[in-house]
């Protein structure tokens, strides 16, 4: 059967989008869905109590930049500029989204953060543009820039969001996100110490979040839509406790998609189905995870509420089961969850 786009939408109410975070990270509920049974209405809280000794639960590393600057072209036009991926070996060129009425060309200046930035337009690459900075770029943005939150927060960033659209164990020397691994917001000291305490394992893997994590599909057909490439690296120290656990017959629990796709990314990469031992892995991944998707590594995702028509929904529903998403999301609606970011989460178990 052919899967359409219309397959993966759903009506959302305006006011169960959470556009600010609840005063405590680990306040959200937990909508627990068991494989093939009815949704259970939890607190993010009971989580360990869901979780049992000897699992493995991986989280994202990364670090969000303050990836948005904001300047006008030397027209004097508007401009806002999202700094996508600072090349490698050179801290002064970037990929980026540029936001203006007409799209700068090749030699056009920007300038940028009330004149302390000035960039040059270089050329483009797909549907980015090739800036060059005239300072590096990390310093710039960590002085003049703003975090990137989503653009259905429909705001800008605000200094609550300096901190809480950050993961509590986010490594600083891995500045390179400009999206939240946004499963990992609920967890907090407590939660992380509970863990510990029950004896279930942490590892961690990083993904780099693009801006292509929002990109809608436009494809009727999902199968003719092109996945945007995010760079990911698995250590040998998480491939070799995801083989332990296995081996022991404990659970690897992925927080959210993006250790998802850095997982079974190098699943793929460097194991196989009859000899499944993981190895290090690091590189772009382009991961596209829809319906009938064989998953080689997770076997529970912690995730939050995912936009209609997104891949990320297609990804939730290829490892629960697409009814039993769809069932479990009106069901969230019904009972009045908080979507998306700053929004509540989910416990999936592999259908």
């Excluded at 959302?12 to 627990?32: H, Q, T, V």
């Excluded at 806002?80 to 936001?99: G, M, S």
């Excluded at 629990?253 to 190098?266: K, Y």
Aim: charged residues 20%; glycine residues 4%; aromatic residues 10%.
């Amino acid at each position: 059967m052919q899967l359409t786009l219309n397959d993966f939408d759903y009506h959302l109410p305006e006011n169960l989008i959470a556009r600010y975070p609840l005063a405590e990270r680990s306040a959200s509920r937990l909508l627990y869905l068991p494989n093939e049974k009815n949704p259970q209405d939890k607190l993010f809280t009971d989580l360990p109590n869901l979780l049992n000794k000897g699992d493995l639960i991986v989280f994202n590393d990364t670090k969000v930049m303050k990836a948005r600057l904001f300047g006008q072209k030397a027209s004097g036009g508007a401009v806002e500029v999202l700094v996508e991926r600072i090349l490698p070996n050179d801290e002064k060129t970037a990929l980026c989204h540029v936001r203006s009425s007409r799209s700068p060309k090749v030699g056009q200046n920007l300038t940028l953060a009330n004149g302390n930035i000035n960039v040059t337009m270089l050329g483009r690459e797909e549907n980015l543009f090739i800036l060059q900075f005239d300072q590096p770029i990390l310093q710039a943005l960590e002085q003049y820039g703003e975090l990137p939150i989503p653009p259905y927060f429909e705001r800008h960033a605000d200094d609550n969001d300096e901190n809480r659209y950050q993961t509590v164990f986010h490594d600083p020397n891995k500045l390179a996100s400009v999206a939240a691994p946004t499963a990992s917001l609920h967890f907090d000291d407590k939660i992380l110490a509970q863990l510990k305490e029950k004896s279930v394992n942490t590892a961690f893997v990083t993904l780099h979040v693009g801006a292509g994590t929002f990109a809608p599909v436009k494809t009727d057909d999902i199968l003719s839509h092109k996945m945007h490439s995010e760079y990911a690296e698995l250590p040998q120290a998480t491939a070799d406790l995801i083989n332990q656990t296995k081996a022991n017959g404990g659970k690897v629990i992925a927080v959210g998609t993006t250790v998802t796709r850095v997982l079974e990314t190098a699943f793929q990469k460097t194991a196989s189905f009859d000899k499944p031992m993981l190895k290090a892995w690091s590189g772009d991944t382009d991961i596209f995870i829809y319906p009938s998707f064989k998953f080689g590594v997770i076997d529970r995702l912690i995730t939050n509420f995912h936009l209609p028509k997104s891949t990320l929904l297609m990804l939730v529903s290829a490892f629960a089961g697409q009814m039993q998403i769809k069932n479990a999301y009106q069901h969230a609606i019904d009972n009045h969850y908080r979507f998306f970011s700053y929004g509540d989460a989910m416990l999936l178990d592999k259908l």
